[in-house]
């Protein structure tokens, strides 16, 4: 008998429906899955068959199973059809009712003994079902939390497949789950730039780099505090919206990252990986492309310590996603594009031993200082507005009692001076200073003739490239709004291109 059971299969971060047509008839005993499956799907009659026995339901084995999973041209991945398979089967032989399919989606990998295990990417499945106008969707009881963000949908969690027929067949009664949201745990409480001795100019460059969203690179000695500032960064960021948490929530859906405990990332992620990663893991891809490390700090920091020790091939994959908020994974099995709209902070030493220029301790030749700075191509810093240098501390520094401007108050301005600019840039497609185009820097970034005058001295004694004019620009405007001022002065200037530490020291 014909049976179909209606799944999601995911793409991406987009799901779409899978029609899984479950076909059972006498004859010589097979059981066939096709519809472009993979390994895991075709491995799913061995679970299917155990975990009915062991659950006490009465599986058609001697007979002729057809499965079909439809569209065929789209593949077909992971375990998740599992339980809608096992059911269309149950149903084709007269084992449970049918009726529930017709407005309901089904999704779940079974265990050998019958319970049904939570799945990754739920959420843009659960997403997809409600576009579509499914009213209900059953799930794995683990992914409950997740699924009940969306809502105008009924969500039905289910332990195992024996609770799951019993509810088709109205013998069990559950009702649709609804929860408070549950929201991710601050992993970064109690870090606050108040802790931070010394450094000014580079906590004066994070504020800007926070108020305009800009890429920032610190440069300096070792044990200079460049780690312990940027993971105090997230605490000067605004809040993220419900829209962002959600945008965020279905990568790390995807990726399988949401805890039991949790359901929605709720604040920015602050993501750094080490510096032996490989290519795939920053920006995603696989066989069955997965989101990387640039994708799992969307809308928040993405912290690459110690810069030039990453794999050259590593930092040259970034140049897109950097430029375009987003990363396109091409594969064999298909193309899929993840967003990828990320605040980079990166950190390095001055040279290889960590000391030019802060102590006699360097004894790097001129050449291996030259190298060592080469590992950072041009068009990589060129996507890098500010940089900072973190000089050595003195001991009176460190000695000091009183505490520094601390995070909430740093979180103050850079909220006042982000909704300036979304004010200014209502009528744009950008939101922020760092967005600027090279066509948009003169209308939203005048200059007096005292700024000309002092810009194009600067230009020329430094010999600044058209790029560098441009972040010098992009910088003042964001000091001159953590002023409060609509116009750039030459102090904001000033402060622009002390940012700008590679353009002052040219080898």
Partial sequence: MLVSVMSCGLEGLEGFTVS?????????????????????VRESKERIRAAAENSGLKFPYNSVIVVNLAPTGRKKAGPSYDLPIALGLLAGSFKINRTVFE????????????????????????LHAKNKGFSAFVLPYENRNEAALVKGIDIIPVKNIREC????????????????????????????????????????AMLIAAAGMHNILMVGPPGTGKTMMAKRLPSILPDMSFEESIDVTKIYSVAGLIKDSEALISRRPFRSPHHTISNTAMVGGGRLPRPGE???????????????????????????????????????????????????????????CGYYGYSDRCRCSHNSII??????SGPLLDRIDIQAEAGGLEYSKLAEASEGESSAQMKEKVLKAQLIQQER??????????QLTPGTIDKYCPLGSAEKRLIEKVFDSLNLSARAYHKILKIARTAADLDGSENISSMNIAEALSLRNFDRNKD
Avoid: W
């Fill in 165 to 204: 027929c019993d509810y088709i067949n109205g013998r069990f009664p559950i009702e649709p789950y609804k929860a408070e949201i549950i929201k991710t745990a601050d992993d970064f409480k109690g870090l606050d730039y108040k802790d931070v001795k010394g450094q000014e100019n580079v906590k004066r």
């Fill in 20 to 40: 899984v047509e479950t076909d059972v008839k006498s004859g010589f005993p097979s059981f066939d899955i096709v519809g472009l499956p993979d390994s895991s």
């Fill in 103 to 126: 407005n309901t989606m089904f999704t779940g990998e079974l265990s050998l003994d019958g319970s049904v295990r939570r799945v990754d990417g739920i959420l843009p499945m659960v």
């Fill in 371 to 376: 190298r060592y700075k080469n590992k950072i």
């Fill in 425 to 434: 840039y209502k009528n744009e497609s950008f939101r922020f200073n760092s």
């Fill in 294 to 352: 640039v994708s799992l700090a969307h809308n928040g920091v993405l912290f690459l310590d110690e810069l030039p020790e990453f794999m050259r091939v590593v930092l040259e994959e970034l140049r897109q996603p950097l430029e375009d908020g987003e990363i396109t994974i091409s594969r064999v099995n298909g193309t899929v594009t993840y967003p990828a709209n990320v605040m980079l902070v990166g950190s390095m030493n001055p040279c290889p």
